[in-house]
């Protein structure tokens, strides 16, 4: 069978199950990795799916969702977020990071320095899936919801922590010695330094006193490109997407700023996002997690409880003990960057199969469950 027509059924597929999902407030881009859980327990296309050109389009999904979250990163933004966000930022990833720590050490037999790199990376909040959410509960504008919204925000930055910090990881294990990490990061950080002086002077160059929308796209492409290029070099290709984005957000103009990032999402979600959550279903041991329930249960309690205790601990005197609660409910949804970070430990054997399957099972639970708790708890305890 054709690659392009096993393309073109699951896209067929995604959109006929996303509008299922549409329905009952899960987000569409969920129903692709569903199939992909789907055909990994029974797969007639082993040959397309195990294919270069499939884990090359999967790969190419998870550099762009990466570019996205570096092009949404309004660091001006999260700087000026009150006291009270940076409080129950810390207090949510600290919590969940310390136990969920001690649960994947003890669990899985992974050591400390890898067991607090997968649970801070998983301590993240998703909030892409928590917006549409918001917005079908009409809580977007409200304190509730910003305050929501901005501990989701905020912690963007604990997720380029991780992902520096795993690029590390990665890099030692495929076999660089620490001088040649110590080179890497120093690439890297040319990098970054390039990136605030295209910032800084970018009023000078011509090339940004663009007409043509369709042709700085191409310009867009050729910085996606470049610095995940340069990112692949020394191990560090999401590095590269991430930093892409970040530098992108600056240099385009305001005027053209949402006209760009329409089209950056429009490629991005419309084409490779649904092939890399594809392949994260794909590659789940589903058989594992039928037979060992359990272990998600208690991944799900356990992370749960630490940060739904900690928002309360911290914000029942600021919002009062309801809202409270229903801001870590609402923190408990995943989905986030931390499911890319996971996948590059499992494929470069950093993590055990086993432990990113019971992740990519925790991650669904943490999407269908709180949804439905939310939906209940707007309507009864009057949250509008």
């Known amino acids: 069978m054709e690659i392009i027509l096993f393309l073109a059924g699951v896209f067929l597929l995604t959109f006929l199950v996303g509008k299922l999902f549409e329905k009952i407030r899960i987000p569409w881009i969920f129903s692709a990795l569903l199939i992909g859980l789907f055909l990994s327990v029974f797969n007639p296309f082993t040959e397309i799916t195990n294919s270069q050109t499939f884990n090359f389009l999967a790969e190419l999904g998870m550099l762009f969702l990466l570019f996205i979250i570096g092009f949404e990163l309004n660091i001006k933004q999260i700087l000026s977020q009150g006291k009270f966000i940076f409080k129950t930022t810390g207090a949510i990833i600290l919590a969940e990071s310390f136990f ?32 549409p959410i918001l917005e079908e509960f009409k809580l977007i504008k409200t304190k509730i919801g910003q305050t929501i919204l901005g501990v989701g925000v905020l912690d963007d930055f604990v997720e380029i922590i991780t992902i520096v910090v795993a690029s590390v ?7 660089h010695s620490h001088n040649n990490i110590f080179l890497n990061l120093l690439l890297l950080a040319s990098l970054i330094g390039v990136v605030f002086m295209i910032i800084k002077f970018h009023k000078k160059l011509p090339i940004f006193k663009f007409k043509d929308l369709s042709l700085f796209f191409i310009f867009t492409m050729f910085f996606f490109f470049m610095f995940i290029g340069v990112g692949k070099y020394v191990e560090s290709g999401a590095l590269g997407a991430l930093l892409a984005g970040i530098a992108l957000r600056n240099i385009i103009p305001p005027s053209k700023l949402k006209l760009i990032e ?11 996002a649904p ?12 058989i594992f997690l039928l037979r060992f329930p359990l272990l998600i249960v208690a991944v799900v309690l356990m992370t749960n409880f630490a940060k739904i205790l900690s928002c309360y601990l911290v914000g029942r005197k600021v919002m009062g003990a309801k809202k409270s609660i229903f801001l870590g409910v609402s923190l408990t949804v995943k989905f986030s960057t931390s499911i890319v970070i996971i996948k590059m430990l499992a494929d470069n054997g950093i993590i055990p199969l086993e432990l990113y399957s019971v992740l990519v099972g925790t991650t669904i639970a943490f999407i269908i469950v709180p949804v439905l708790l939310l939906s209940k708890m707007v309507t009864k305890w009057h949250l509008h």
């Open 169 to 175: 990881v990665i890099g030692k294990t495929v076999g």
């Open 100 to 131: 969920g720590s001690i649960l994947i050490h003890y669990l899985f037999d992974i050591s400390w320095p890898i067991s607090l790199l997968v649970a801070s990376s998983f301590a993240t909040v998703g909030e892409a899936v928590l917006l």
């Open 275 to 286: 092939i890399f959550f594809l392949s994260v279903g794909l590659s789940t041991d589903v």
């Open 262 to 272: 329409s089209k950056i999402k429009t490629i991005s979600y419309g084409l490779f």
